[in-house]
């Protein structure tokens, strides 16, 4: 029902900064919560930030606050990660979210993200 378009990955050094994208196929989708997951082979997914569609409250894990800052912009049906001071931990597939207590997780294909010097 809604497909999810992330970019921005890709090679950055420890210290530097990337801005990842989503955008949603459909407006109208202010009322999801929305956030960014990181993967890491033989790991357990790791829930990164998320912006709740009911208050607007934000979450971050705390391996990352501080360093990242998540935003929406409704009117473009985009959610941004911009990832700061970068480590060679943050090295990961970053997947965008959309959920919905009524319809359910939608999730973009993942992009990579390595931090490396």
């Known amino acids: 029902q809604v497909q999810l378009v992330e970019s921005g990955g890709g090679l950055a050094q420890p210290g530097g900064s990337l801005r990842l994208s989503c955008v949603a196929s459909k407006s109208g989708l202010g009322a999801y919560s929305i956030g960014w997951f990181r993967q890491v082979p033989g790991k357990e997914r790791e829930g990164v930030s998320c912006?709740?569609?009911?208050?607007?409250?934000?979450f971050y894990a705390d391996s990352v606050k501080g360093r990242f800052t998540i935003s929406r912009d409704n009117a473009k049906n985009t959610v941004y990660l911009q990832m700061n001071s970068l480590k060679s931990e943050d090295t990961a597939v970053y997947l965008c979210?959309?959920?919905?207590?009524?319809?359910?997780?939608?999730w973009g294909q993942g992009t990579q993200v390595t931090v490396s010097s």
């Open positions: 979210n959309f959920f919905s207590v009524l319809l359910g997780n939608f």
């Open positions: 912006i709740s569609g009911t208050d607007d409250s934000i």
